[in-house]
Each structure stands twice: as C-alpha cells, then as structure tokens.
C-alpha cells in the first residue's frame, strides 16, 4: 500500500492492491468553504471540488506522486481557479 499525504488541504490518498485501487480522504470542501456550511446553491462548487478529489485519487491510482510539489502547486492553481469563477 502506498500513501500519498497533501496536508495543506488536508488530503490523505492510499493506494493497494494489483489493481490500483485507492481512496482518498480530503478537506478541500473546509478548505473551500472554512467553517461555513455549504448553502443550497454551491452544488456547482461542490461538483467541481468532487471531481478534483477523484483526478487526484485516479492520478494517485495511476503511479503518480501526488503529494510532489510541482503537483500539489497545480492543485493549488486549480482550487484558486474554482473559487475565483464561483
């Protein structure tokens, strides 16, 4: 099993098994949102914090380092991207 630690969002991946599979824990919604709680029109940025949650799990799965720098820096961009179009 290998696990992949990005603690600036709070996100822990593991990766096991012969086939790739994974999981992966994250706090990119409190890290998006802090200590509000999502109101009934943040479905869009909630969709779109889903999706990032499952590319990292599918690069993790994939054999890449997620928890590399120049990685964590285009998670980064991405995060800052969603929240200046939302």
């Known amino acids: 099993m290998k696990t992949y630690l990005i603690p600036e969002f709070g996100i822990t991946?593991?990766?096991y098994g012969?086939?790739?599979a994974g999981t992966i824990e994250s706090g990119l919604k409190e890290h998006m949102f802090g200590k509000d709680e999502p109101g009934p029109n943040d479905?869009?940025?909630?969709?779109?914090?889903?999706?990032?949650e499952s590319l990292v799990l599918a690069h993790a799965?994939?054999?890449?380092?997620?928890a590399s720098p120049a990685y964590v820096e285009g998670l980064r961009s991405s995060l800052e991207a969603i929240a200046n179009h939302f």
Do not use: K, R, T, Y
């Open 13 to 15: 991946v593991q990766v």
């Open 18 to 20: 012969p086939a790739m």
């Open 61 to 66: 799965c994939a054999g890449i380092d997620v």
């Open 43 to 52: 479905f869009e940025i909630l969709g779109a914090i889903d999706a990032i």
